[in-house]
Each structure stands twice: as C-alpha cells, then as structure tokens.
C-alpha cells in the first residue's frame, strides 16, 4: 500500500471536523480534513467476500484522480462508495473533511457522469441540465445563465431543445456532463464515460474532459480500465488489484517505477524476465541475476522474496546483429530470436523470442539496423532501464 | 399456395367464431318484440330508453361506474408500489412473492368468492362500496402490476442513481423521473383495472346483496328471472365501454413502444 497525500500535511493544527474516532493521530486527522476525498480502511463486503478491501486513498481537492484496474479489481465499487451508491461495510469516507459514509447520495453534493449517459429520456437537454438547479430551488433567471454557460462549456449551445434520443453518443456525454457539472460541484465522478464510443471520439473528448477539468478547477475522479486514457488524462492514477491499490502515482512513476509487476504490466507494454532470487548477487547496489548462461543486471536489489522480475520497456531496448559485443558493463545483452516485425509508422516493433521461450516487445526507431522474422539478434538495454520487482507468479498473458 | 389459403380460411373462421356470441348481442338489442328473437322482427330503441330510464339500472351502472373507479385508484397505487419493490430491490423470497401477486390470475374466481363471502360476513362487507372495491381490487392487481412491471424493465435503473447524484430525495426522483417514464404502463395497468372490475360477476354475486348491485349483477338476476330484452341494450353498452377502455390501454402501451 502507497502512502499519497503525506506531502501536503503542512504545520497546521489538526482539525477539529474529525471527532469521535479518538484511534486517529493529528496527522490523520490533519490529512482527511485537508483531503478532496479521503479513503481510510475502506472496506466492502458482498457475504465473505470482500470486493474492496481495506483501502487508503488520499485525493488532493482539484486534483483529477484516475482508478485504474481491470474488470473486477474493485474501482467501480469504490467510486459507487463515493458516490453513495454502494454502502461502505467498514471504514473511513471523507469528502472535504465531511463524513459522508453514512450519507444518502443525494445529500452529498457530487456529480456524476455514467458509462450509458443516463440523460433522462423525456427531458430536453435544457430540461436535464436544469434538473439539479431545480432540486437547489435554484432562482429561474440564475438557472437560465448557468445553464446557457454549461452548455457552451460542453459546445452543445445550440442542442438545448433536443431530446436525448436526438443526439449521437458523444453529444449525449457531453450533456451529461453539463448536466453533472453546472451546479459546481466539488467532486465529479466519472464511471467510464467514454467506454461506449469509438475511438476518435474518446480521444476527442479525453481534451474536452482534460480541459473542462482545468476550467472548474473540482476534484474530479475517474474509473476506467483503459490505462492510455489514465496515462492521458490523469494527475495521478490509483491503481486496482483484486480489491487493493497497488500503487498510487502520477503516470510516469507508475510507468517508469512500477512498485509491483502488476502496476509494470498493466500500465503500457513490457517485457519480463524471471528468475529465482537463488541465483541473485548483489554488488554496488545493483543485482545481478543468472539467465541460462548468461548475466543480467539491474539497479537495486529486493531482500526477502523467493523469485525475483526484470521489467524493460520496449523502447528502452535495441536488437543488434549476432555477434555483437556490450560496449561496457553497464549493457545487459541477450541472444533472441525475432518472431514477427511489424512497421508502425513512427518505427517498428519486434515480437523477439529468448532462448527459453520468454517473450519481449522491442521498439526500435526507423534508422535502426532492420529485421526479419526467424532472424538471430541481440537485444540489449541500459541497465538503469531495467526495474527490479518481486515475481508473485502471475500469468503471462500480456495486457494492453 | 394454398396451404396458405386454407389456413387463412381456417383462421377468418376462428375469428368469426370468436366474435359471433358476442356481436349477436348487438342487433337483439335494437329488436322491436320483447323477446330474445334472432334476427329481429323489427327495429327499435325502446330497450335502450328502458335502460336510461329505469332508476334500478342506472343505479346499478352508477355503481359499477364508481367501483370501477375506485378499484382502478386502489389498485394502480397498490400495484405500482409493490411494481417498484419487486423490480428494483433484492431480497429472499421475491420471484415468490411475485408469484403470490399474480396468484389471482390463477387461483379460480369461485375459491377467491367463497373465501371472501365467509370473510366479509364477518366484517361486515358484504353488500357495501368497499367491499366490492376491496374483493375487485384482487383480481385487479396482477394486471396493474404485469403492464408496470413491464414498464419498469425499459426504464434503466443508473436514472435514478443519476438522479440521487444530482440532489433528488428518493421520492421526488420517483415523482421527476420513474413516473413519467412508466405513464404509459401505469394508465394501461389502470384501465385494465377499471375494465375488470366494470366486467366483473362472480366475486360480485357473492358480496352483492339487494341493496348494492353492480350492472353485471343486475344482468345477470335479470336474465335469469325475466326475458326482458333491456338486458341485451345493458349488456351492449358494457361491452362498448370495455371496448373503448381497451383501445385506450392498447394507445397508451403503443406509445410507450413509440418512446423508446
């Protein structure tokens, strides 16, 4: 579990809005009344079985966090808890320093973008966005002006006088959106709002989110299992695992600094190699592991696991001819075998297979040496690329 | 080819044979004769102005008419709320309950009557408004509840959760959003309520008495003790109504497919 949030504690003295759990210290205290959202413990159960499990999360106010994790893993429960709509079994839930477990959602002051739309189909788009205001018994002069100004927000100016059924997929997010945000809430949630359009649309409106975000300045929080739509959208991305956050960090730690193999592997492409920590020494900070003959090294060392995992980027490896010598010691070089080759325009990519059957993705620009399919190579790689992390054993199968 | 034929024979027969009782009904009811003659002899609106101007039929039409009502009211709320309980919470022992609901629709009228005449005897109901409305309301509900229930299946439960998450109390979020969306459902379900009990005999026979008489009722004491054909001028009119009613059901349900 990732510690988030601690940076932020400042000299202040602890709040007084957290009372009644004297288990807490100042600090905890201090964090979830300076926090957007605060998770501690947090915990669903469905029966036995725990669905979210003892969770800490810290969400900075303005800030837009990413749950990123594959189907199952526990985000979209733990947004429904946020959101009111899943009842938090034990734990801690803070939005703005307020408790808010045992709150209906409608009291709770959040919007909420969802992945079908969910725009009522007998109401305008006018009549939609105007449906929050109503319910603040909102003066009709001021709803007007706030609702022309969210939906020139969403450039949907012109659509007012539609009916959902009117607009195409993309417009009826877009009104969702205006719908979820022209009352100014201090949270948006968003439950993988874009996962029903196709992929230009997403990426068009993956800008519009990113830029209305900067526009209403709220903390906003978003579920999807798309991680270039986290990497892209992201301040910072939590992301899920059966239940548990792996790892909490902006993209480029979890990227470049996974904590575990599953943060390295969910998040972009990879190659992995493994190996019992047995044949592990380790010298001047670095570990150095055996693989068939050969010798790889990589920076920091991991005490106390029984199989240990080399992580590499694609683009931080380069396929040279056979024969070719490391230029010193800080060069890993392996002997593969090129399985397929694929031109993609910005370079090509290599599916390069390792003497004993591990697989690994390559990258390599376009004035690189070329190959073939069925040709020898050697793929090599700067030391600092690798990532050491503990094997836990998890399937190969490559996620995208 | 004409395999196609005769099964369209077949069917135009079936049809026939379906509606003839029925519309039979109707050219006795204009007879000229005091009898149940068909074809008629002559022509005439006399059973007709019998009807409208005898005050033991309009009364009886005037209660039907306010039963029918009543038990439309009391079963329309009653069915949409126990609509809403069984479509959108979970619970043990709810495709039972479902079941226990539409059970009405199974159980044969004769068991529901006999059962409630030994309950109403001692309740005191027997021959009253609320007892008609109460025992109509029972074999009403299965229908109020199967048009809303169906209505309810096309609405996506994420609205209300919507709703919630953009400030609206569990109540106002049925009274903005589940409701308008279910009307069509909720009128026909109605109707139906109203037509069931405007046709309703034999629940009505056992907790009639001579002071409280529904038109079927009424209909019914006549034809088995007189041959008046002013029967046949009510019965026209009963049918007209449920007629009417019906298409009304099928409009609002037809709409409800037009929105979706």
Redesign the interface.
């Known amino acids: 579990m990732t510690e988030t949030g601690a940076q932020s504690v400042g000299a202040a003295e602890p709040g007084d809005r957290v009372s009644g759990d004297v288990s807490l210290d100042t600090r905890t205290i201090q964090q979830i009344n300076e926090a957007g959202i605060s998770l501690k413990g947090v915990t669903k159960r469905y029966g036995d079985k725990a669905v979210v499990d003892d969770i800490d999360l810290v969400i900075e106010p303005g800030e837009f966090m990413t749950l990123l994790g594959p189907s199952g893993s526990g985000k979209t429960t733990t947004l429904n808890m946020i959101a009111g709509f899943a009842d938090v079994t034990e734990g801690l839930l803070h939005i703005h320093g307020k408790p808010v477990a045992k709150l209906p959602a409608h009291k709770r002051d959040i919007g909420m973008v969802f992945q079908n739309y969910a725009l009522f189909p007998h109401m305008t788009v006018e009549e939609n966005v105007a449906y929050p205001l109503q319910r603040r018994k909102m003066p009709k002069a001021e709803q007007r002006k706030r609702i022309a100004e969210s939906l020139q927000m969403v450039r949907l100016a012109e659509y007012g006088g539609r009916y959902p059924a009117e607009l195409s997929g993309g417009q009826q997010q877009r009104a969702a959106l205006a719908r979820a945000l022209v009352y100014n809430p201090r949270v948006l949630l968003m439950d993988e709002p874009l996962g029903a359009l196709d992929k230009k649309l997403r990426e068009w409106l993956q800008m519009e989110i990113k830029r209305i975000h900067q526009e209403v300045g709220s903390t906003f929080v978003y579920v999807t299992h798309d991680q270039e739509e986290a990497l892209s959208l992201s301040d910072r991305i939590a992301v899920f695992n059966n239940g548990k956050i792996e790892q909490v960090g902006t993209g480029v730690e979890l990227y470049e600094h996974p904590d575990t193999l599953f943060v390295g592997r969910f998040l972009g492409e990879s190659s992995v190699l493994r190996a019992p920590s047995s044949t592990a020494t380790v010298r001047d900070g670095n570990t150095t592991l055996a693989v068939g003959d050969h010798h790889v090294t990589v920076p920091g060392e991991r005490r106390g696991v029984e199989s240990l995992a080399v992580l590499v980027r694609p683009e931080n490896l380069s396929l040279e001819l056979p024969g070719y010598v490391p230029a010193s010691s800080t060069e890993n070089a392996l002997p593969v075998t090129v399985k397929t080759a694929t031109y993609l325009g910005v370079g090509w990519r290599y599916d390069v297979v390792l003497f004993d059957g591990t697989s690994g993705i390559v990258r390599t620009p376009n004035d690189a040496t070329r190959f073939g399919p069925g040709d020898q190579a050697i793929v090599t790689w700067d030391v600092r690329h690798g990532v050491l992390l503990e094997d836990l054993g998890e399937g190969d199968e490559s996620t995208t | 080819m004409t395999m196609k034929r005769v099964l369209i024979a077949f069917s135009v027969l079936v049809i026939f044979l379906l509606i003839v009782p029925t519309l039979v009904i109707v050219p006795i009811s204009f007879n000229a004769s005091p009898s149940f003659d068909f074809p008629p002899k002559g022509w005439s609106l006399q059973w007709y102005e019998n009807f409208l101007t005898d005050r033991e039929w309009l009364k009886a039409l005037g209660n039907s008419v306010l039963v029918a009502i009543l038990t439309a009211i009391v079963a329309t709320v009653a069915g949409v709320l126990a609509s809403l309980g069984l479509s959108r919470l979970k619970f043990r022992g709810k495709s039972l309950l479902e079941n226990y609901f539409l059970a009405p629709m199974i159980v044969p009228g004769i068991v529901i009557a006999i059962g409630l005449y030994s309950l109403f005897i001692r309740l005191d109901l027997l021959g009253t408004i609320p007892g008609f409305v109460f025992a109509h309301t029972i074999v009403a509900l299965p229908l109020v509840i199967i048009n809303v229930m169906a209505s309810l299946q096309g609405v996506?439960p994420?609205?209300a959760?919507?709703?919630?998450?953009?400030?609206?109390?569990?109540a106002?979020?049925f009274f903005?959003?589940t409701l308008?969306?279910i009307v069509p459902g909720v009128t026909a379900g109605a109707l139906f309520a109203f037509v069931t009990s405007f046709d309703e005999i034999i629940l009505s026979l056992f907790i009639q008495d001579p002071s409280l008489q529904t038109l079927p009722v009424k209909i019914y004491r006549s034809v088995t003790q007189s041959t008046d054909p002013t029967v046949a001028a009510v019965a026209v009119v009963t049918m007209a109504v449920s007629v009417v009613v019906m298409l009304a059901a099928q409009l609002a349900t037809r709409k409800r497919k037009a929105?979706?």
């Open positions: 996506d994420r609205l959760q919507a709703a919630a998450s953009l400030g609206a109390s569990k106002r979020t903005t959003v308008p969306l929105l979706t």
